[in-house]
């Protein structure tokens, strides 16, 4: 692949270093480091003068830090003269911040910031003509961009997996954990021609989850949680819970993003998941060494495809981002 260049920030080398595996490329030379006063500083190690550029780099782990490396990675490129910067981000940092939510018992506006917003403003200042991400977490967020934006989907993996890891996958019922993931369930139930269910929840405030309603019947199946993203995994072990208690014989968790953050591991450790399965678009090697229940699907695959049909202008939403 002529005039293609492939770097790696600092959040996750892993999948960058199986992206590059996978397109037969290696990766581009780079050093980042910190000055002693926290500043990030980024030297590009070798001539991008009319390449087509992407960098990798994930919003996790120390996600504000990361966010920076990357900006200034893209703007460090776009000054050497590169054709075109692509930021491959799995996983956007402050996905969840897409919108002002009502609060209290008189449905006031809050005063909250719409960050997804802001991140796509700084992106662009930075310099990137393209995105490619996976399962956003609000669609909507594309539209904060006035370059092109990529949503790649995770579901044609959750899909193969299914049908190789649970047995009895004909005999399966997918649930959403929250009504905002009813498209998202009944896609996949209607490719594995299985029934969905879902569940209402209640919260008090963020992170909490007060109660819980189910609605479709579970009993004698095998039951699969499907959700973008798990963070403090508060929402899908009270699911889990409440499968179990609605005659569920096994509950399984499909997870685009696994967090994991604060309690999380010890709650799944404690749930009654017979699995937890999240991509890596989130390193998960050390999570796992505490938690016995992750396993994880590896997605460079579609994002290595993704890379090779936006460097060769070929349609990229057409086989990722079209969801049946």
Request: aromatic content about 6%; proline content about 4%.
């Amino acid at each position: 692949m002529p005039n293609i260049v492939l770097f790696s920030g600092s959040s996750h080398h892993d999948l960058s270093q199986r992206v590059a595996d996978r397109l037969g490329l290696e990766l581009g030379k780079v050093v980042t480091k910190k000055f002693s006063n926290q500043e990030t500083s980024v030297e590009i190690g070798e001539s991008v003068r009319g390449e087509d550029v992407y960098i990798i780099q994930s919003g996790c782990g120390e996600i504000n830090d990361n966010l920076m490396e990357l900006l200034i990675m893209i703007n460090a490129c776009k000054i050497a003269s590169s054709s075109r910067v692509t930021a491959v981000i799995p996983c956007f940092p402050y996905a969840r911040q897409d919108k002002k939510d009502k609060k209290g018992s008189v449905e006031r506006w809050s005063r909250a910031p719409i960050s997804a917003k802001l991140v796509a403003n700084m992106l662009s200042v930075a310099g990137a003509d393209h995105i490619i991400t996976m399962d956003l977490h609000a669609s909507q967020i594309q539209g904060f961009f006035d370059i092109p934006v990529d949503n790649l989907y995770a579901e044609p993996a959750v899909l193969q997996w299914i049908k190789e890891n649970i047995p009895e996958w004909r005999n399966c019922i997918i649930v959403s954990p929250d009504a905002g993931g009813a498209k998202r369930v009944t896609s996949i139930a209607d490719r594995l021609n299985v029934e969905f269910a879902l569940i209402h929840k209640e919260r008090k405030k963020a992170n909490e989850v007060d109660r819980m309603v189910l609605v479709g019947d579970v009993k004698d199946r095998v039951a699969i949680l499907v959700d973008d993203m798990a963070d403090t995994c508060g929402t899908i072990c009270h699911a889990a819970d409440k499968l179990m208690s609605a005659g569920a014989t096994k509950v399984y968790a499909i997870l685009t993003h696994g967090i994991f953050s604060g309690p999380a591991l010890s709650r799944i450790n404690n749930a009654s998941f017979e699995a937890v399965v999240v991509t890596n678009t989130i390193p998960q090697e050390e999570k796992m060494k505490h938690c016995p229940k992750i396993q994880f699907i590896d997605i460079s695959m579609i994002l290595a495809e993704a890379i090779r049909r936006t460097h060769n202008g070929e349609s990229v939403s057409y086989l990722f981002s079209h969801v049946p």
